[in-house]
């Protein structure tokens, strides 16, 4: 690691053809002298000053410079491919040792086996790049690891613009190592009160990602009677929950938003028999992919469990993000497409019934197209409309119940908020017709949440079988909604 | 990792050959079982469960039935090899592109890249041994770290007893993972003060390696004015100092342990300009080899620093637990060998007052010998005779110099102590005569004692040049000792 010259002669001409101002170039250049300092100083009291200096110039580059540094850290601060090849060559070079592996045989082989112990171990190291120890540094380093992930939302924006494989590499690495730092033995949960520092209660108001919160008296009644709220916080992080959930104590579990956000507690906590998680919300946009939630909802089950034992069933009402704008790309292809190779999306009943409702406010030369009118309508009047809502009911629920169930990007469910709970070992219990009547909520599902439910002992069961054979569990309730689809299709074949 | 039958049959059978005793093979199976299950099991009830069964299991394990475990741990647990080579087949098959590195030319090669990048992950992954599982999952589990520690105490007194290459393996593995979760960032730095727990108290009794404390009252002398004592708490081993430091604040570098073992303090704290750490001591068999010190006495030099700026010089007074070891080993060899060859041990002024001085106390055919038999008598009597110490002390300090300075084991100071706060980055300040009258202190380095100083701006320097060249920073006041020798070594080739 410390072999290198100082600076590195490639990364000086790299960043020097970059930019023609000189004092933008300055810039540039000093922060990336401070990058290859932290990495391969050893004296601490110049160690500390580069990463400070460091993370203080990169905080001031523009978002060019940025892509710029974080390429030349890629791309120069890998690993030695020469020495993992040589290595590799005398790897193969040593003859595995017969495959008897029984206790008694195992002094005659040892010494057959420390070749491979040895190699294995120089390759592990040979295999980590240069920039780990960058990351290492960071990571003990005061406010480090805040700024590892504020470096890592950035990897990801600009592999959102273009797929470079260096960096992709580079985030794979990191990520890796935010997920061995932020596990969940170093992880507290706490319980957010209205006695907690207002600079925490602030980031809650920020970052509440679901239903916002518009005032201090909103965020007061979101932490008081009949409600909690927990976040993971991380010593290296003081003050700032990295991930924190909302939590309802109610009688049943919630088919509605409303039932949710209500003013004044529709019940005694002593009563609850239910807790419905209604927002869980990240603050850092580094740690995505980086699962907390899991953890952290299975925490606050077992806080639960202890606290408030009459509570038996865990529950979320989840909004589904995908659900409309996957429902409309759906209508629109079937719409262009042969009618006999287009999907069956509607019954003919259905058809029927849509084509009748819908004459006096739009037309079509198909249910399909008035169906894809009504619902990509800036005024959303199909929902104001009861003779409109009737008809679209049974399509739109049957076709979200697919949605959840049926419609996958590789083999993970594509919704996002279904994907997060079903790896989590949720189970898909319910879903509720207007539980959203918000003008958000109409857009992105139709006004349509779902229930997914946390069955303590299916937990990570039903993570297992996501994750590896992509099984979804269903309610009987959600699942009858496909059969009846597919008890049509039967008939259809008959 | 959970593509393995349970059990698995090779282990089964290694087993149930070592031992006849039925109850005993019940138990040893039971627990292999639970540490199967604890590596491929996915049910975080049954996993916890299976964790605690193992841990509880092996506790209750005779020392052979442990050592049969986790033999078959690293042996049945450890990597695919197959998958491993089969990976380095497809990597030696890539070519690596040109070397040209420069911003301009990068898009052109990132596509050539991608391979290396994904075999390279696909490695890091593949070279993981199974039972890394077991550590990451005992890592999490509540009382899994103090087990882990535990179980490499155990796989450390096993390999003392006989070098196995595959337990060698598995050490070397656990201690990399340690080193990771006992990182600094994780660690805290608490004052441990008379108004602690009991439970934790009773540790820092129990632990105190260097000057054993003798009763309550001994206990809170340590913990009073005019002295601090500092402990590393990591939050998944709660009242348990991993390791713990002890302070004397004094005026100079004490020069004896009667100094710093005072009843009362010889000075108001406020006047204090030196930090004198006297004791170190580890609570963790199973953490050796993971230095925690080094980061300790640099937080504890910080928070000094921080409370008492007056406080400027942070020394040790340390024991040479080596010293008569090798000096004796040294004097005997030399008498064996033929006069000739051995090495100039003593000085010919030194032979002539030693053989005048011992006449009364012992014979021996030559100064050598009668030093040894000095030294190595159960009477200690040189100690007590004012003539004897008197010509033993040139010889014994300015050896003592040479072991300190020149003695070394593959590139490391012979001496642990002087390894530890050299590989932290002290320098050898001084040598005192008669510093440690005790028995053991007359015993294991004839009484003499060592300051190691630590200062602040060199710690990082020194510990880096000891640690890549085996540099041994030493004051002049050391230095003197052997250069004298050198000059009368000089004149003798003259």
Same mark, same amino acid.
């Given at each position: 690691m410390n072999q290198m010259q100082y600076p590195p002669s490639d990364a000086k001409q790299g960043s020097s053809s970059q930019d023609a101002s000189t004092s933008f170039h300055t810039d540039f250049d000093r922060v990336q002298e401070s990058m290859h300092s932290a990495i391969s100083m050893n004296k601490t009291e110049i160690l500390d000053a580069a990463l400070d200096g460091f993370s203080e110039g990169y905080f001031g580059l523009s978002n060019e410079n940025r892509r710029t540094l974080l390429l030349t850290l890629a791309r120069e601060y890998?690993?030695?491919r020469t020495q993992v090849r040589e290595l590799m060559k005398q790897y193969l070079g040593l003859e595995l040792p017969s495959g008897d592996k029984s206790v008694e045989h195992l002094h005659e082989e040892e010494g057959s086996f420390s070749g491979f112990y040895r190699i294995e171990r120089n390759l592990r190291h040979s295999l980590k790049p240069m920039y780990e120890v960058l990351f290492e540094r960071l990571n003990t380093h005061p406010g480090g690891l805040r700024f590892l992930s504020?470096?890592?939302a950035d990897i990801l924006s600009f592999l959102a613009e273009e797929n470079i494989a260096s960096l992709r590499a580079l985030d794979s690495y990191l990520k890796e190592k935010l997920i061995t730092w932020l596990s969940p033995a170093t992880l507290q949960l706490h319980n957010i009160t209205?006695?907690?520092p207002a600079s925490l209660l602030e980031k809650i108001v920020a970052y509440e990602a679901v239903h916002p919160i518009s005032n201090l008296l909103d965020l007061k009644r979101r932490l008081g009677v009949g409600r909690r709220c927990f976040g993971y916080l991380h010593p290296a992080i003081p003050g700032e929950p990295l991930?924190? @959930? &909302? %939590?309802?104590?109610?009688?049943n579990v919630a088919q509605t938003i409303q039932e949710v956000l209500w003013d004044d507690p529709p019940i005694p906590e002593c009563e609850a028999t239910c807790a419905v998680f209604y927002s869980i919300s990240s603050t850092q946009p580094g740690l995505s992919g980086i699962n907390l939630g899991k953890f952290l909802i299975k925490r606050v089950i077992d806080v639960v469990r202890r606290d408030m034992p009459r509570i038996s069933t865990f529950a979320t009402l989840s909004p589904i993000p995908g659900y409309m704008q996957w429902l409309l790309s759906k209508l629109a292809s079937a719409e262009r497409s042969d009618s006999t190779f287009s999907e069956n999306l509607l019954k003919p009943e259905e058809e029927t019934a849509l084509l009748d409702a819908a004459e006096e406010f739009t037309t079509g030369k198909n249910a @399909? &197209? %008035?169906m894809w009118n009504l619902?990509?309508?800036t005024s959303l009047e199909w929902a104001n409309s009861e003779k409109l809502s009737l008809v679209l009911k049974t399509p739109l629920m049957r076709l979200c119940a697919r949605y959840l169930l049926?419609?996958?990007k590789r083999g993970k469910a594509l919704d996002s908020v279904g994907n997060f709970h079903l790896q989590n070992g949720a189970m898909i219990g319910r879903i509720n017709w207007m539980a959203d009547r918000s003008e958000k909520?109409?857009?992105?599902?139709?006004?349509?949440?779902?229930n997914y439910i946390y069955k303590v002992e299916h937990i990570e069961e039903n993570a297992q079988s996501y994750f590896s054979k992509g099984q979804i569990q269903a309610s009987d309730d959600v699942r009858n909604y496909l059969e009846r689809q597919a008890d049509r299709q039967e008939e259809t074949k008959d």
């Open positions: 890998d690993l030695n504020v470096m890592r209205w006695d907690d991930i924190f @959930i &909302e %939590v309802a104590l109610m009688k @399909i &197209e %008035v619902l990509s309508s049926q419609e996958k909520g109409l857009r992105q599902s139709a006004g349509i949440m779902v």
